[in-house]
């Protein structure tokens, strides 16, 4: 099956910085990569998604990018506000998303004042 | 819309005990999903259904069971609770796409 993994598992950067995860898969057949914001308490909200037939995709200050070829998908946040801490997921599913997802463990993402 | 629900938020079982945390939609989304996260593990998934009368396995399905008789509802059942059960159980739906999830449920097996 697919095997999704993240780093780093924790990343403190400056407010006003940008930040980086990064995510790998093995299953050359996943065709939909969502990335999810998740806060203490609650449950995952997508904030982006690329499918596989896109390189990359930007929504505002959040753009994800893919390489199909090395099997790497990559989350960036540009001028991080402290409202962006929280645990990041990447995920890959083969069907769209339909047959449900396989997760990364996760990023802690820490911004400080 | 309330979007993804789920009942009860919190809940204690003994070993052995069985119980079923329920999951409902109100977007008409196809597609609905059962996750389990745990500390450093992230989300695995349990098991999904692509629609009314149809369910399948994911990663973790040892231990539960789940039927789709509605497409609204999309209950999981824990037959004999054990403490590795005890986790965070989220339930999603999806249009075949974006993936809505709910607010989760907490569930400690003492």
């Known amino acids: 099956g697919e095997n999704v993994e993240q780093h780093p598992s924790t990343l403190s950067v400056q407010e006003g910085d940008s930040a980086v995860i990064k995510c790998t898969y093995s299953?050359?057949?996943?065709?939909?990569f969502p990335w999810y914001k998740q806060e203490l308490g609650k449950g995952p909200q997508l904030i982006i998604d690329i499918r596989s037939n896109v390189g990359e995709k930007k929504d505002q200050r959040i753009a994800v990018t893919l390489n199909k070829t090395a099997k790497h998908f990559s989350l960036h946040i540009t001028e991080t506000q402290p409202e962006d801490s929280a645990v990041y997921f990447c995920a890959a599913s083969r069907g769209g998303g339909a047959d449900g997802l396989t997760f990364g463990k996760g990023t802690h993402l820490i911004i400080q004042p | 819309n309330a979007g993804v629900t789920q009942t009860p938020k919190f809940q204690v079982l003994k070993t052995g005990q069985s119980m079923t945390l329920q999951c409902a939609q109100d977007m008409n989304h196809e597609y609905m999903s059962w996750y389990r996260q745990d500390p450093g593990m992230g989300l695995r998934l349990i098991h999904y259904s692509v629609g009314a009368g149809i369910t399948d396995q994911g990663e973790v399905p040892n231990g539960y069971n789940v039927s789709r008789s509605t497409t609204e509802d999309f209950p999981l059942r824990l037959l004999s609770a054990a403490p590795s059960q005890t986790s965070v159980y989220f339930c999603?739906?999806?249009?075949?796409?974006?993936?809505?999830f709910g607010p989760g449920t907490r569930l400690t097996v003492l």
């Open positions: 299953d050359s057949a996943s065709n939909y």
């Open positions: 999603a739906s999806s249009t075949g796409q974006e993936q809505f």
